[in-house]
């Protein structure tokens, strides 16, 4: 790599940061959208299995069981809290969340691409005296770092949320989502550049971003999921990412049997090298007029 290229490396990132640093819109939608999340499936959900909100049981005056109450909600929090992992359905989608939130953002590069392609910035990196494929790595590694400072902010979130989030795991966990972000964000900048219009591109995005957004562990154990959810969420990459975030913020381990902390990283980073050099190899092949 020539003193040019890493010249064009560190000018993309700075661009990248300036432009979400400099957009109060942006910074205020990616904290108010992940609250609006955790107060509709975390608060509402959360409510639901925990069983103390059970006004019913049997035990209750209304019926007469060998089973006192008082066992049966135990019995029943064991239950819950057995399924997402060992810990509270809050603690499970909060920590989730942080993964999301890098994950949808990493698509919003795509229609920045776009973005730029229709007011002709592409074309000037185009035409950079450095290599294309440094130009678009220093943009995805501007994005990424973008996505996991925003990422950062759900965590810190997380911390007055639930006291079963680990400060100490916040790096390793950031570590995840940074190359989380790299990979998907490498994916939404090739297909991008096979679009002349952010609708097309926005119509093929949505379609993707919500089946694997529910079918990675987010907001409901893969446990729980049938059978065709599952091949779904082993195939999916942010199925890795959200593991490796949720044990190593909180201990836990819901999901496939062999999903380890070896083998999520493993999975997630030859999903983002794979989606890098894709997007660098793309964007070395198109041309000005594209």
Known sequence: MSA???????????????RWATSKSRVLSVIIQPLLWLAFLGIGFGSIFSPNNLNILPGDNTTT????????????????????????????????????????????????????KQFGFLKETLVAPASRKFVIFGRMLGDSIVNTLQSLII??????ISTRV??????????????TSLGFT???????????????????INLLTMPLMFMSGAFFPIGTMPTWMKVVALANPLTYAIYGVRYWLTGAAEGFSFINPVTSTVALAVFTLISTVVAMMVFEGASIED
């Open 4 to 18: 040019t290229d890493f010249e064009a490396i560190a000018a993309m990132v700075y661009r990248q940061v300036k």
């Open 65 to 116: 069981t060998l089973i006192s109450p008082a066992a049966l909600r135990a019995a029943l929090s064991r239950y819950f809290t057995s399924i997402f992992g060992g810990i509270d359905y809050m603690t499970f989608i909060v920590t989730g969340m942080a993964a999301v939130v890098a994950f949808i953002g990493s698509f919003i590069s795509g229609i920045s691409v776009i973005w730029d």
């Open 155 to 160: 965590l810190l979130l997380a911390l007055l």
């Open 166 to 179: 680990s400060i100490l795991g916040i790096p390793i966990a950031l570590a995840y989502i940074f190359l």
């Open 186 to 204: 490498g994916l939404g900048i090739a297909m991008s550049l096979k679009f002349s219009s952010m609708e097309g591109f926005q119509m093929i």
